[in-house]
């Protein structure tokens, strides 16, 4: 009722929701107005947490050293010769960040279907025309931006395999993720921080690109998403295959710019590989610009993924709505 009341007051296409515990899987799954089970959504910055995975990946199968400089690795990387791939994950790079500046010049390329990850990532890295606006690594939070571009470059590089093969040998086959891919929408669709109307559930709109986006280009149905979130609760189990060992999602789930610099994302909020760390409530979320918004409560062994086609701002909004509703349930409903 609540989701229903929400969309119908807002004038939304729709919403999807769906409820993952620990030991029962799925618990509770819905749909309004335009979306059921089939519905893919692009979920922007929830993509986030889905690009960490890969590359926690790689360093399971000791490919990449997180705490390594990528310099280490790739030829660019002497560009910013300190810079990690942990730095990289968690937005304290000293790059510059998604804001106040979407557009900053100097990384545009990672918003263009044209061209290819490694030489945007390489751009990113070597152009002067950032000097003026970096700052050192662990020195402070910078959220999204270029970060998660270069993560992704690094990713392809240590492995010998472009990121459509990665996601497919990591997430796609082994979890039975059918639904999940990357593109790159923003030039190609004219989206800002508002959900393109024009993808309209199907990625067949988007040109093929080498050149996906790592921070905000995933789609997906809610339930593969759904998938998603239960792996981080099983361990690293998906659909009975291993993805990711629990040492890499712990890593993952950790507060690290508060444990390693003392910093803070917003107040009482720090930041993990992908995720938002609230420090009071000990639950993890990773919320889109399109109205998506994936939470996990890590110590009670439930999340939840709600979905709109929105943007952030409502889709927080229906998400406060909720957090309580579902953990009362949830945990009413055990022994």
């Known amino acids: 009722p609540i989701v229903e009341a929400f969309v119908a007051e807002r004038g939304l296409n729709g919403a999807a929701l769906v409820v993952v515990d620990r030991d029962d899987g799925v618990i509770h799954e819905d749909y309004w107005g335009e979306f059921d089970e089939d519905r893919i959504s692009l979920v922007a910055s929830s993509s986030k947490m889905i690009t960490a995975g890969v590359l926690l990946r790689l360093a399971d199968d000791g490919l990449v050293d997180i705490d390594a400089p990528i310099a280490d690795v790739v030829e660019w990387g002497a560009g910013n010769p300190d810079v990690t791939v942990a730095q990289l994950l968690s937005n304290s790079s000293g790059l510059v960040g998604l804001l106040p500046d979407p557009g900053y010049g100097p990384y545009i390329c990672q918003f263009l279907a044209e061209g290819a990850l490694q030489d945007c990532a390489a751009t990113i890295f070597t152009t002067d025309g950032d000097d003026g606006d970096l700052i050192p690594p662990d020195t402070q ?23 459509a093969q990665l996601i497919d040998e990591i997430y796609v086959q082994p979890g039975g993720l059918d639904s999940l891919g990357y593109n790159n929408q923003f030039v190609q669709l004219a989206s800002g921080f508002e959900y393109p109307e024009a993808f309209d559930g199907d990625p067949s709109v988007l040109q093929a690109t080498d050149n996906p986006n790592m921070e905000g280009g995933a789609y997906v149905t809610a339930g593969d998403y759904a998938k998603l979130l239960l792996m981080h609760l099983r361990g690293g189990n998906c659909d009975g295959n291993q993805v990711l060992s629990q040492a890499a999602l712990d890593v993952m789930h950790a507060d690290r710019i ?28 990773a919320e889109g610009a399109y ?25 927080n909004e229906l998400a406060s709505l909720l957090y309580d509703t579902i953990e009362q349930t949830v945990l009413a409903g055990r022994p």
């Open 291 to 315: 109205g998506s918004v994936p939470c996990l409560a890590l110590a009670d062994g439930y999340g939840a993924f709600l979905v709109s086609e929105a943007d952030t701002a409502t889709g």
């Open 258 to 285: 508060g444990e390693v610099y003392g910093g803070d994302a917003a107040p009482g909020i720090g930041y993990g590989m992908g995720w938002w760390v609230d420090r009071a409530r000990g639950r993890i979320t």
């Open 141 to 163: 939070f910078r959220y999204g931006g270029a970060q998660s571009h270069v993560a992704g470059a690094v990713a392809e590089a240590v492995s010998g395999k472009p990121w």
